[in-house]
């Protein structure tokens, strides 16, 4: 309470608190100037601060009422029949069968799966990209001939690749980082490709006129300033590699949380199809929150605001 | 001027490009020739091919006609000879000050330490000193431009082609940098060649000005800059009394070179 009011007008308490002090000093010495000037800028940032600090805590507790709000009524809409339970289940339905599947060890091989197969394809899928785009970028002639093609793959659904993988690579691990890749490779081609063309005229000026040869070019212009693509197009991918590889287990898996959500499906079990998608919420999550720091940790420094 | 140790010639230069849209002549039939340790100024309204004359001596590319000579031999490609400073710094900003300055020694394999060490005083040389671990976008433009010259006199070239390196500064950062620039150039014994569109930079700083005209490009006349502007620095030889008559006739012929060329657009489109 005592911060909020004006600075000058605490000031001048406290200056009346102190009489003495304030007397004895010349009022107008540079050094005092320089410290009234320095403690109201400091009381200034403090005030700002509070303020942020306030709406950053009222963001945060918005957010807790939300999702309290919408699990306590999804709760007693389930228990209550104001919706059929056995279709939309109720939140403490799920975290038990959740919290047996866990105890039991039964959950935790799917989620390693689907993880793993989700890592694998979107970490391949952007090496793959970036290297496709190297090889436009180096020889603009293939790339020329190239581009309907891309542009055709890209539209398509590539998904639907996904019998014709599982018959070439059978069903498991290899056909599901298939259809992954299938979602991933062009769409990173493209933006990467395209990133490396919009590299500043400039930038490749100054190397070429200390006669640096396209070997050189690419590696000490081009490819670091896509960088910042290229690990967002990472984060991107991160999605898209869920999407490729749930399909993926739809498909073909035994395991997996992707096999959870299509068993659960054809048992009529809903509770496991929801409490699956859960589970891929959180480690989704975690996923791209990896990536994000990340980013982070790789563009300290030189990053513009 | 009739020296016969020349650092750049260029010999019934004509240059073409050619696009989807058709076949333009930049310029054509220039005879140039900078002798070692002078500094000269091109000057003329847009469309003169400065750039053009610039690239060419920097090897980017080959003239269609004619002879762009460096030291007496023929320029095919960018060599450690020639520095050249953009317009716009063009700093990496992935890189450090000092990387930065260093990249043209990584880019031609003699980044030694002691190259390197040689860059740091450079900066600091150039007024940037212990600022070779921060990163461009923590710099102003004037600090920019300042690591870009060092970066350019870092590979140690003879001849320094300056395309517009100014222009893109603040009045004020822009008088300090021609002092620098001149004084630094002077000093290392370096032929050079500016660019530029500001008449009073190309009078400041340079022993010959040459003003080019458009559409094709060609060089309508030369100026030579007396003695006392000469060896005054840029900023002391714009209050010297021989400055103004020499600006008022670098105008006239700019105007007169404007003119000439749109009469002669007009006349190549009739």
Known sequence: ?305 | MANSDPALTLRQVTHVYVNDKGASLAVEDLNLTVQRGEFVSLVGPSGCGKTTVLSMLAGLFLPTRGEVLLNNRQVKQPSTLVGYMLQQDYLFPWRTILDNAALGLELTGSKTRAAVEKAADLLAELGLPGSGARYPHELSGGMRQRVALARTLATEPEVLLLDEPFSALDLHIKLQLEDLVKETLRRLGKTALLVTHDLSEAVAMSDRVIVLAANPGRIRCELTIPDSIRQASPMKARQLPEFQPLFDQLWAELDAAEKAGWEGSESDEG
């Open chain 1, 1 to 305: 309470m005592k911060d909020d009011g004006d600075w000058f007008q605490q000031r001048e308490q406290l200056a009346d608190k102190e009489p003495e002090r304030v007397g004895q000093e010349q009022r107008s010495s540079p050094s005092d100037v320089e410290e009234v000037r320095s403690a109201w800028l400091d009381w200034l940032h403090r005030a700002y601060m509070r303020r942020a600090k306030r709406t950053t805590a009222l963001v945060g507790v918005t957010q807790v009422i939300i999702l309290v709000l919408f699990v306590g009524l999804w709760e007693a809409a389930g228990r209550n029949r104001w919706i059929d339970p056995l279709l939309f289940s109720y939140p403490t339905k799920m975290f038990r069968q959740l919290w047996a599947t866990m105890s039991d060890g039964s959950l935790w091989p799917h989620i390693g799966v689907t993880v793993s197969e989700t890592i694998v394809g979107f970490v391949l899928g952007t090496l793959l990209g970036t290297l496709l785009a190297a090889l436009l970028w180096w020889f603009p002639f293939v790339s020329r001939v190239a581009d309907p093609y891309l542009v055709v793959l890209n539209s398509m659904p590539k998904v639907a690749l996904g019998p014709i993988f599982i018959v070439c690579l059978g069903p498991g691990f290899l056909s599901i980082v298939a259809v992954t890749l299938s979602v991933t490779v062009i769409i990173t081609t493209l933006n990467i490709y395209n990133q490396f063309r919009e590299v500043d005229a400039g930038y490749i000026k100054v190397v070429r006129l200390f006669g640096a040869g396209r070997s050189q070019l690419f590696r000490s212009v081009i490819l670091p300033a896509s960088f910042p693509v290229i690990i967002s197009t990472l984060k991107v991918n991160v999605g898209l590699a869920w999407i490729g590889v749930i399909v993926g287990e739809f498909l073909v898996a035994k395991l997996g949380l992707g096999y959870l959500i299509i068993y659960g499906f054809q048992v009529f079990n809903f509770t496991l199809v929801l409490s699956s998608l859960l589970v891929i919420a959180a480690v989704a999550t975690v996923m791209y929150k990896a990536v994000s720091a990340l980013e982070r940790k790789l563009m300290t420094g030189w990053r513009e605001q």
